[in-house]
């Protein structure tokens, strides 16, 4: 699990205007690649499947799930 605090995973959502289930403008495809180009990491594997599978909410198992 990461390290961001309560505070800060807020903070994040705000800023990225996770509150309806997306995040900033990305669609569902320039999200996945701009999380594989810059992380190496395929968001939408099963492993950060959460809830109803939104972009936000692959986000949040994301921080949930990875290390640092």
């Not at 903070?11 to 990305?26: H, P």
């Not at 972009?55 to 290390?67: C, D, I, P, T």
């Amino acid at each position: 699990m990461s390290d961001l605090t309560s505070i800060e995973k807020l903070k994040l959502e705000k800023l990225l205007g996770m509150g309806g289930g997306y995040i900033l403008d990305f669609s569902n495809r320039t999200f996945e690649e701009f999380i594989l180009e810059n992380i190496g990491v395929n968001i939408y594997s099963e492993k950060y499947d959460y809830a109803s599978g939104s972009k936000a909410n692959r986000l949040r198992q994301f921080w949930n799930v990875e290390s640092n």
